[in-house]
T-cell receptor
Framework: EAQVTQNPRYLITVTGKKLTVTCSQNMNHEYMSWYRQDPGLGLRQIYYSMNVEVTDKGDVPEGYKVSRKEKRNFPLILESPSPNQTSLYFC??????????????FGPGTRLTVL | QKEVEQNSGPLSVPEGAIASLNCTYSDRVSQSFFWYRQYSGKSPELIMSIYSNGDKEDGRFTAQLNKASQYVSLLIRDSQPSDSATYLCAVRGNDYKLSFGAGTTVTVRA
């Protein structure tokens, strides 16, 4: 089954404790992206990647890191989480076609709480 | 940073009526436009994509794009209770970043 998986689905942590949220897709997609969703603000892009070893900042990259060592995986790293990073996080992937991103498939989401 | 604005909700429509959703964007060079549906607690799913001016129809959904007015809309005909969800407008420019509006929540009354 074609899908984007994220782990963990729910996470409660404390300020300053490094964490990683994993994202994996089995569709051989070039493009992968991380978003956070907060009430009243919609989805905001954190980082995206157009291929292995190619990453770029989205609109809200501060406090986050990513890596793309393999095509299928795109982990999101919070080196020192703070309470303002409490949010619902989505990973998404798509093909790149003729200079545009195709349909983005979203993972199930990770609800993160930082105390 | 691209700005995407959607009409504030919530929008309540009776079953069988037309729901009209509007979206405006600030970046004139935007190339691709998308409507996503998101049920409460679930991830967004794509309903429509539109790339050129005019209308695009898919079943009960019609997307309309007017680049000169920087406006994109979504019409849901014969609204069903299963259409009750939050609808997100998304816009992509010459780069690969996708910007989303805050969403409009639609409730279809049986």
């Amino acid at each position: 089954e074609a899908q984007v998986t994220q782990n963990p689905r729910y996470l409660i942590t404390v300020t300053g404790k490094k964490l990683t949220v994993t994202c994996s897709q089995n569709m051989n997609h070039e493009y992968m992206s991380w978003y956070r969703q907060d009430p009243g603000l919609g989805l905001r892009q954190i980082y995206y990647s157009m291929n292995v070893e190619v990453t770029d900042k989205g609109d809200v990259p501060e406090g986050y890191k990513v890596s793309r060592k393999e095509k299928r995986n795109f982990p999101l790293i919070l080196e020192s989480p703070s309470p303002n990073q409490t949010s619902l996080y989505f990973c998404a992937s798509s093909l790149l076609r003729a200079g545009r991103t195709d349909t983005q498939y979203f993972g199930p989401g990770t609800r993160l709480t930082v105390l | 940073q691209k700005e995407v604005e959607q009409n504030s909700g919530p929008l309540s429509v009776p079953e069988g009526a037309i729901a009209s959703l509007n979206c405006t964007y600030s970046d004139r060079v935007s190339q691709s436009f998308f409507w996503y549906r998101q049920y409460s607690g679930k991830s967004p799913e794509l309903i429509m994509s539109i790339y050129s001016n005019g209308d695009k129809e898919d079943g009960r959904f019609t997307a309309q794009l007017n680049k000169a007015s920087q406006y994109v809309s979504l019409l849901i005909r014969d609204s069903q209770p299963s259409d009750s969800a939050t609808y997100l407008c998304a816009v992509r420019g010459n780069d690969y970043k996708l910007s989303f509006g805050a969403g409009t929540t639609v409730t279809v009354r049986a």
